[in-house]
């Protein structure tokens, strides 16, 4: 199956700083990115979909201007985690349709954020 | 919004026994994946089902999908400690490609 990486796999960082995390389709193109967010013991969430070449579209209550979703090409999208605090400590995951119009996602193994 | 109800939250089983996942929704579903989720790691596409009534199959895996697509379901015959994990159901918003996940049901199995 379709290949979909995340970096990094964990990143620890200071309150108040950025982290940028980046998803990519190995062996495929994604002209559409997903971006979920998991806290510990609960459901996925989606926050937002990465559209190459435009803006990202965001769910309700997902703050576009703390989550800065780029997707410049058609193999990576990225997500920076803008000013990070304590409660954005969370385990974030994309995935990425193999193909247009076929419904099957691939998910990246993640990256869990803890902000100190 | 839509959204999935899924139950059990927590099943724990002694290896060998069955396990049962149900997913519901109050409004019709254009289909219904399942997803596994082993701890620590990320959801991994098990299978999609879209007609009425539907019925798939993978080995121990039985996956069910309700006359009126309102409601799935997953059953596993004679778990094994590899089936250990959380599953999800999630429904593909048409057109849209986005999920919406199911909260889940956390397989824990005594060997």
């Known amino acids: 199956g379709a290949v979909v990486s995340q970096h990094p796999s964990w990143v620890i960082c200071k309150s108040g700083t950025s982290v940028k995390i980046e998803c990519r389709s190995l062996d495929f193109q994604a002209t559409t990115m997903f971006w979920y967010r998991q806290f510990p013991k609960q459901s996925l969430m989606l926050m937002a979909t990465?559209?190459?070449?435009?803006?990202?579209?965001?769910e309700q209550g997902v703050e576009k201007d703390k989550f800065l979703i780029n997707h410049a090409s058609l193999t990576l999208s990225t997500l920076t985690v803008t000013s990070a605090h304590p409660e954005d400590s969370s385990f974030y995951i994309c995935s990425a349709p193999e193909l247009a119009g076929i419904d099957t996602q691939y998910f990246g193994p993640g990256t869990r954020l803890t902000v100190l | 919004g839509q959204q999935v109800m899924q139950i059990p939250q927590y099943q724990h089983v002694q290896e060998g026994e069955d396990f049962t996942t149900y997913c519901n929704s109050s409004?019709?579903?254009?289909?219904i994946q399942w997803y596994k989720q082993r701890p620590g790691g990320h959801p991994v596409f098990l299978i999609q089902l879209v007609k009425s009534g539907e019925v798939k199959k993978q080995k121990r895996l039985t996956f069910q999908f309700g006359e009126a697509k309102k409601n799935s379901s997953l059953h596993i015959t004679a778990t094994q400690t590899t089936d250990v994990g959380t599953y999800f159901c999630a429904e593909v918003l048409q057109g849209a490609q986005k999920l919406v996940f199911g909260q889940g049901t956390r397989l824990t199995i005594n060997p």
């Open positions: 409004t019709t579903l254009s289909n």
């Open positions: 990465s559209n190459e070449g435009s803006k990202a579209t965001y």
